[in-house]
């Protein structure tokens, strides 16, 4: 079945680390993705991992993939106000469709 | 290249009416999706169009309909519209070349508002 869950808040500070979880269920999915919506706007797409990585790093953004537990891990480095949003994460489930997780909130205060 | 546009951006509409969504998607790109996003239900996937066809479908009742043009522009449709029918309705664009087996980068649109009153 499809099911990908994300705790729904976190809240840190400017300059900190910020480590946003998801798990997902369908072990099938050849991508995971991860997208930000920033308030009143479509979806931003931030990074992907192919489901035989283990990591991705880009700039300031981590991916961690855990195939064993379906667990997947997105790491934001010095974190800025400016990364406040929602952030999906995704895993495909046939042709182009996506399945979305609950989105995670973040909050950074200065 | 231009990014996905959607038209229009808000829309209000009552109960019982019709509506059509417009979708462009980035220029080569011939795969189109659509999602519902609201706050009770998250992100849900409509439907998606490769090549004028509908490939896939997502669990939503007959009421929502799609279609392709030649140009991979793409409408939706939703008539007889119910409260619960108010939604941000996304629309993403990939090549669309990978087929079931591979995800594809999708790209977003901002958004059409939807409001039934």
């Known amino acids: 079945g499809e099911d990908v869950e994300q705790s729904l808040f976190l809240s840190v500070r400017e300059g900190d680390s910020s480590v946003i979880n998801c798990t997902y269920t369908d072990s099938s999915s050849t991508y995971l993705y991860w997208y930000k919506q920033e308030p009143g706007a479509g979806l931003q797409l931030l990074t992907y991992i192919f489901s035989n990585m283990d990591m991705k790093q880009d700039q300031r953004l981590t991916v961690l993939l855990n195939k064993k537990d379906k667990h997947l891990s997105l790491r934001i480095a010095d974190t800025q106000t400016g990364d406040s949003a929602i952030y999906f994460c995704?895993?495909?489930?046939?042709?182009?469709?996506?399945?979305f997780g609950t989105g995670t909130r973040l909050l950074v205060s200065p | 290249k231009a990014g996905v546009t959607q038209t229009p951006r808000y829309l209000i509409k009552t109960r019982g009416q019709q509506v059509t969504l417009s979708c462009s998607p980035i220029?080569?790109?011939?795969?189109v999706s659509w999602y519902q996003q609201t706050p009770g239900q998250g992100l849900q996937f409509l439907f998606e169009y490769f090549s004028e066809t509908q490939r896939n479908k997502g669990n939503f009742p007959g009421r929502f309909s799609g279609r392709q043009f030649s140009n991979s522009r793409s409408e939706m449709n939703v008539s007889t519209l119910e409260l619960g029918d108010s939604a941000l309705y996304l629309c993403?664009?990939?090549?669309?070349?990978?087929?079931?087996?591979?995800?594809?980068?999708?790209?977003f649109g901002p958004g059409t508002r939807l409001l039934v009153l």
């Open positions: 995704a895993e495909t489930g046939g042709f182009q469709k996506l399945v």
């Open positions: 220029s080569g790109h011939r795969s």
């Open positions: 993403a664009s990939s090549s669309g070349e990978g087929g079931r087996a591979i995800g594809e980068t999708q790209y």
